[in-house]
């Protein structure tokens, strides 16, 4: 029964959030929403932002990039980057009301976006940067900078979302799969012996 209200709480206020934003968005108007009282709503999270917290942490990418990293991936530089892009954009799309969520109430929630930034983008960037180091390890790859070629291939990946998801008609729509063609090897290209 405590999952289930948790899990109302969580997705009333992921979908009032998207709708009208953070600081739009009352505990009272999630309880309402969730079917709940406020206090219910304050004993499952502490704050608002307790529950804005939560429901970042539920749409963190992080645990499925561990896995891919540590057991999926092939060792063939194109083929793992390609599962790589593939993922992160699929989970960005997934997730891109968390994203608007944010966006929105980014001048007052500067914190927000740093929190988004240290929990899943600097922990993304570590698992590509290691990756890298093997493939220089293997001697698959020149000996780069790993930290500023995963930078590069990340945010090469996060402007392709953020165009999309801010313009219904942007001329990359419907072109995920070329984009990422293109993106492996341009990269590949510039980072392969």
Not at 61 to 90: C, H, K, M, T, W
Not at 152 to 160: D, E, M, N, W
Request: one cysteine or more; a negative charge.
């Amino acid at each position: 029964m405590k999952k289930d209200t948790k899990d109302k709480i969580l997705a009333a206020a992921t979908s009032l959030m998207t709708e009208r934003g953070y600081s739009n968005v009352s505990v009272k108007d999630i309880a309402l929403t969730a079917g709940v009282s406020e206090m219910t709503v304050f004993r499952h999270f502490e704050t608002k932002m307790g529950i804005l917290q939560a429901v970042l942490d539920r749409h963190s990418y992080i645990p499925y990039f561990e896995q891919l990293f540590a057991r999926d991936l092939s060792g063939n530089l194109v083929n793992d980057l390609e599962q790589i892009a593939n993922a992160y954009l699929a989970f960005m799309e997934k997730n891109k009301a968390i994203f608007l969520i944010t966006i929105q109430d980014r001048s007052i929630l500067p914190g927000v976006m740093e929190l988004i930034s240290d929990s899943q983008t600097k922990q993304l960037l570590k698992l590509l940067e290691g990756y890298f180091q093997v493939q220089i390890e293997q001697g698959k790859m020149k000996d780069i900078d790993t930290n500023g070629q995963a930078t590069v291939f990340l945010t090469s990946l996060f402007g392709f979302f953020v165009s999309n998801a801010f313009w219904d008609d942007h001329f990359l729509k419907n072109q995920k799969e070329s984009f990422v063609d293109h993106l492996v090897a341009t990269f590949v290209g510039g980072v392969c012996i």
